[in-house]
């Protein structure tokens, strides 16, 4: 059954307006979440149409679409290609990824995701998987730790913050988490700093930024010729892999040029610039505030 606060989409026309829909294609939105965007997406199809909707959170079955051209797959984008010849696909015209984290794992409180209530250390957006963040907390060294936080949160301090954590090893519950590093944060921006200790920590534990390289690098074998690669990033982490990869083939923007000096890119940008959403769209989600949404098109298929 249809959970309609699950997750509000970012960025919803944009993104179903870029992927320039046929009716008789193949999509696959491999961020499925509460199916917001793939609800758009089935809209535009006609009765040959097929879309896959792919998420690692088994709670997102729960909004499966109930139409024979839709097929819900239980996993992680990181195996796209694998999904895809799975399926028996022999291609796409459109592949859909909304990164961001949905309002339902915020809600869920006790899979751990805020630091705005007590709950257990976790973090997982796959259940059945074995690391959580409680298992980082308390394993890694105290120099791996302030890595993690440096280079996915960007704070400044991560050597202090990890030094404070392992200070108060065991850890078991966010509000333990919280309580290690709020004297070190400044009172003024303190949510902006927790918030990027738990975002690196969510980061770390689901291996997010290999995962999205994989699905960039994999878009080039499964999309067909003219196919759309339409990304919703969040944070500067994503968006410069996507911006890169996106402008030049490769996450690392290393271009390619022919005997001319024209970059030599596998994709065309669809939009020059990167799409925001309007004023209206923050007001009625603030969670869509740093959205961007990038676009491209598969100029020849590999």
């Known amino acids: 059954m249809e959970n309609p606060v699950y997750h ?13 829909i046929k009716p008789d294609g193949t999509y696959v939105d491999v961020t499925f979440g509460g199916g917001g965007h793939s609800r758009a997406i ?6 040959h149409g097929r879309l896959v909707g792919m998420d690692q959170d088994a709670d997102a079955l729960a909004n499966s679409l109930n139409d024979p051209r839709f097929t819900f797959a239980h996993g992680n984008f990181a195996y796209l290609k694998n999904f895809v010849r799975y399926y028996g ?9 909304d990164l961001g984290v949905s309002f339902h794992h915020f809600d869920s409180v006790e899979r751990g995701f805020t630091f705005r209530a007590d709950a257990p ?4 957006m796959n259940r059945s998987a074995a690391f959580s963040a409680r298992d980082l907390l308390n394993t890694y ?3 791996r730790l302030a890595d993690v936080l440096y280079l996915y ?17 065991p850890l ?16 003024s921006q303190e949510k902006k700093e927790l918030s990027m200790v738990f975002q690196a920590l969510r980061i770390e534990v689901n291996g997010e930024l290999d995962a999205l390289r994989k699905l960039l690098s994999q878009s080039l074998e499964v999309l067909n010729p003219g196919g759309r690669l339409a990304i919703i990033t969040y944070h500067s982490l994503e968006d410069r892999l996507v911006k890169n990869f996106m402008r030049t083939g490769n996450v690392e923007g290393k271009q390619e040029k022919d005997f001319y000096g024209r970059v030599n890119s596998p994709l065309r940008l669809v939009n020059n610039k990167v799409i925001a959403p309007d004023a209206e769209e923050v007001e009625r989600n603030p969670r869509s505030r740093s959205a961007k949404l990038r676009v491209a098109e598969l100029i020849n298929g590999n």
């Open 172 to 187: 078991s519950t966010t509000g333990e988490l919280v309580a290690a590093v709020r004297p070190l944060l400044k009172a």
């Open 153 to 169: 949160g960007e704070l400044r301090q991560s050597r202090r913050l990890a030094s404070a954590i392992v200070k108060s090893r």
């Open 89 to 97: 696909i022999s291609g796409v015209d459109g592949i859909l990824a």
């Open 141 to 143: 060294s105290e120099e």
């Open 42 to 47: 089935m809209s535009h199809l006609g009765p």
């Open 8 to 20: 509000i989409p970012a960025l919803l026309n944009e993104s179903i307006e870029g992927l320039a």
């Open 121 to 124: 250390l976790d973090m997982r």
